[in-house]
């Protein structure tokens, strides 16, 4: 039985020798792998190709605004954010949105994209031009409008289109904050007045359509390129 009991014990201590063996191959074939891996590209790293050249800077920019408009006579306001990749300072491609804020009757929000220009964007005054392609709602308030905040994600309704080409004013206040002042103007289609979204209104879309007034800070976070 003493014996037996030895043979077992021996049996036992080779096969637990043998997993410490194979895990321990396995971990260093894993580790020669990586390693050479990690050589392998740190050698093709610089043949990489790419679409932009290495001296191509790349910002993260973000913009809230505030837009003043009119809409069947009142005066609304309407507050935005647009932002996205900013290349060489000059060129955004991004993406942006708004929610009507201020207008007593009419109830709208839009989300979509926006391709933006600067010019001289070292030059402490500078300009630049935009042009904004959006997907909107349309809906009347559930309830008359009593406070600023009142109905205000309440925009799914009758939908529209619309195209906003704008030019802004540009101040640098620092090298990453930009105040903006700017003028659009909005060309909506595809708004359907006789939708029961909004019986009250019957907005339309040469309601929509029109003149923007807009004021907003630029935030910039400069990328840094490997």
């Known amino acids: 039985m003493n014996i037996n009991k030895l043979k077992t014990r021996i ?70 954010l647009y932002g996205g990749p900013l290349i060489n300072r000059t060129l955004l491609i991004g993406a942006c949105g708004g929610v009507n804020l201020g207008h007593p009757r009419v109830n709208y929000g839009y989300f979509g994209g926006i391709i933006q220009y600067t010019f001289n ?42 195209m906003e080409p704008g030019v802004n004013v540009e101040v640098n206040l620092n090298s990453r904050i930009i105040f903006v002042a700017g003028v659009s103007y909005r060309y909506v289609s595809g708004l359907n007045p006789n939708s029961n979204d909004v019986s009250l209104t019957h907005v339309t879309n040469g309601d929509m359509s029109g003149v923007n007034i807009s004021i907003g800070l630029k935030f910039r976070k400069e990328v840094k390129n490997n």
Do not use: R
Not at 18 to 31: D, E, H, P, R, S
Not at 130 to 158: C, H, R
């Open 11 to 80: 049996m036992k201590t080779k096969i637990k020798n043998q997993k410490m063996y194979v895990n321990g191959c396995t971990f260093f074939l894993i580790a020669v792998l990586m390693l050479t891996s990690a050589s392998l590209f740190s050698q093709e790293q610089d043949s990489f190709k790419t679409l932009l050249k290495s001296d191509v800077k790349v910002t993260e920019l973000f913009s809230p605004e505030v837009k003043l408009n009119s809409i069947q006579g009142d005066i609304g306001t309407l507050v935005g």
């Open 121 to 162: 964007p070292e030059e402490m005054v500078h300009f630049s031009t935009q042009l904004v392609m959006a997907f909107g709602t349309a809906k009347d308030y559930e309830n008359p409008k009593s406070s600023l905040f009142d109905n205000f994600w309440n925009i799914s309704g009758t939908s529209f289109y619309m």
